[in-house]
Each structure stands twice: as structure tokens, then as C-alpha cells.
């Protein structure tokens, strides 16, 4: 075979330039410290590589989220036990003052702590985390929780309902709730005493009917009913002029009796001849009715409806006003002892339902709290095993890059040696 002069420069500079490639290629393998340049070099390794930082992208995702929470949780958990301690203060002066030797001064200043320890829980209920965020409002985090009205009550302005707490995600299957609406908190706590009950219009009256207060007027029979939905129904006379009368009924329209078997009914108003009601004198009238007394005002129309049941839940500010108030009403002599004793009871027992439902949030809170702190580990062990992973498929072997770049220099030089010998051959030498 006739090898030209040509084909003998063309083999000595693509052999150069191979050498000079590979050279070059491991030189920036180790100047990167990667064991492939571009995807082309390993398609596999590099959809691996691809899918590992993703995975620890969002792993590390997952534990800011954790980091967010557990400061807002961890002083949401400091925020119950303060309520708790506050609680316990009132629960010892509601006992303190429910004493027959304690003089005027002693439940004038009960009565004084009690609102000034009212007035703490409410500070608590609008307290702020480090995020200028609202504790307890849900969702709504920039809007105060709870407002106090004119008429002294507090009312809760959060967020409820679905969606009324924010979750972050911990993993790419759990959402952790970041903290507790106030209307769970501080609202929604079950009444104990079976001795609160209130009174409603029905949906469907027509009239004027209005209802100024509830009480309890005989303990026995109020808690006999305590479980009872009764309904107060108004009827015109069927002639006029005549009187506006009222009958007691249960849910399912069966009349009711009173602890002497008589039928519970009674006269509010009368009608004028042109069928016009007239309001009874005084226009307060109060209706007594399985141990409870509704007081009411107002026009009914025919077949008016007032639905009289027992109190499911009380806030704790309610109790707590209920029973410095009572504990005011006993100095002026507006109620007696047997009337305070009653109030100081029902303090008490709804204090401890408040008591148990803030334990029942405290341990979810410690729970969420836990699985964070759980979470954090197992985050970091996984951080762990994929770097681990994405540094097996990524990262260059230097001591096999070291030994091939000191291959491939020699090469390199070996070839830019022969190259430039061959260079140098020609026929005419030899002539």
C-alpha cells in the first residue's frame, strides 16, 4: 500500500489532537472535581444526578417548613400554660370567695383580680409571634382575634371553619397545622353545669319577639332538664279582643308539665277588638318553664316560636365575667349566698372544662411539636444518604483521574514527538 506524504501528516495530527482532547477533558474533570462534563458523557448518571439534587432540594424544603413551625407551635405551647396558671388563680379565688366569712373588702378585691386576670387572658388570646403574626387567628394571622364590645363581651374575629389553619408540609405526605384557631382555644368549651341555658326567636317568626335575659329559678328541675330543647309557642284567640297565650312544648309538640303535673301555659297580652296585640304591663314579662325563668319583651305573632335550651359550650370569658359579676351583685345585696354559691358551682365547673380543653390542645400541640423534632432527624439522615448517593454518581474518582491524566500527558507528548520526527522524513535525504 503507497502511503502519501500527506496521509502521514494527517495520522500524526489526529493522533495529537486525540491525545490533546482526552488530556484536556480529564484536566477539567479534575479542575470541577465531576466525573462527566455534559449530560452526553453519561445520560444515565446525569438523569440520576438530576433526580437526587431534586430530592434533596425539597428534603431541605421540608425542614425550613419544620423550622417555621416549631417556634410558633413551641410558643403557642407557652401561651396555654400561662392561660392554665391564669385559671388556676381564678379557680382559687372563685373557692376563697364562695365563703360565707368573707367580708365586703375580701370579694370587692376577688372580684377586681378576677377581671384583671380576664383581661390577662385576652392579652394572651391577641399575642403576636416573632412574624408581627397573630397567634390565635387562624389563617386571618393579621387580624386581631378577639374584640371586646360595648356591652363588655369579648367575640372571636379569627378565622374558622375549613381551612381556618395553615399547614406546611414536612414530607411529601404530611402536613403539620402551624397553630389553633381561638374559637377552639379560648370559645369552644363545653358547658359543665347543665345550669346555662338561652333562650332564641325561631327562625320563622314574624313578630317582634325579643329576649332580654335566661336564669335558673329551681335548681332541682333545672337539672332534671338540663338536656331539654323546650319551645314556647304565642296563639291569638281565635275572637278578639282576648288575651295572646303561651303554651310549652318539647321538640316534638307534646305539651309539658311542671314538677306538680300542670300543664305549663300562660297569658302574655291581650288582643284589642280590631285583632291589634297589646303589650302586657310592665312590657317585661318572665316565663318560668322546667326550672328556668325567660325573660322576654316584644310583640309576638301567631304561632311565634322561643326556643329555650341548655348552653352546649361557654367561653372563658364569659365564666369569667359571669362570676365576678356575681361576686359584685353579692355586695349590693342583688343576690344572696345561695345565689352566689350557685354561680361560684357553675364557675367552677366550667373552669375545669376550660382547664381539660386546654390540656386536650397542649397535647396536640406537644404532639405536632414531637413529630417535628422526629422529622428533623430523619431529614437530616436523608440529606445524608442522597448527598451520599448524588457524590457516588457525580463526583470524579481523583486517584483514577490522576493516573489517566499522567497516562494521557505522556501520550500526548509522545505523540507531539513522533509527529514532529515524521515531519522531518523526506525521499531527498536519501538521494
Known sequence: MRISTPQMYQGGLSAMQRAQSNFNKTSLQMSTGRSYLTPSDDPNGAAQTVQLDTNIKKTEQYQRNNDLAKPRLEQEEAQIVATQNVLQRVRELVVAGNNDTYIKQNRTIIASEIRKLREDIIGIANLKDANDE?????????????????????????????????????TNAQNVAIGDTGSAVFMEIPERSGLLNEAVPKSTNTGTLYV?????????????SSEQTLRIRFSYPPTNPGPVEYDVLDLDGNSVRNSSGDLISGIYGNTDAAGVFVAPTPSTQSIELAGRMVTITGEPADG???????????????????????????????????????????????????????DEVRTTVGLRISTLEMQTGLNDERVLDLSTTLSDVRDLDYADAISRFKLQEAVLEAAQQTYVKVNKLSLFDFL
Open 212 to 224: 332580654n335575659s335566661t336564669s335558673v329559678t329551681n335548681l332541682d328541675d333545672a337539672l332534671n
Open 304 to 358: 311565634d316560636e322561643l326556643i329555650s335550651r341548655p348552653v352546649s359550650q361557654v367561653t372563658i370569658f364569659q365564666t369569667l365575667d359571669d362570676i365576678a359579676t356575681a361576686f359584685e351583685d353579692s355586695l349590693t345585696g342583688t343576690i344572696g349566698s345561695e345565689a352566689l354559691s350557685r354561680a361560684s358551682s357553675i364557675a367552677l365547673r366550667n373552669i375545669d372544662s376550660g382547664l381539660g380543653r386546654l
Open 134 to 170: 397573630y397567634l390565635f387567628a387562624g389563617a386571618r394571622s393579621h387580624t386581631e382575634p378577639f374584640v371586646t364590645g360595648t356591652d363588655g363581651k369579648v367575640s372571636y374575629v379569627g378565622a374558622i371553619g375549613a381551612g381556618s389553619v395553615r399547614e406546611v408540609s414536612i
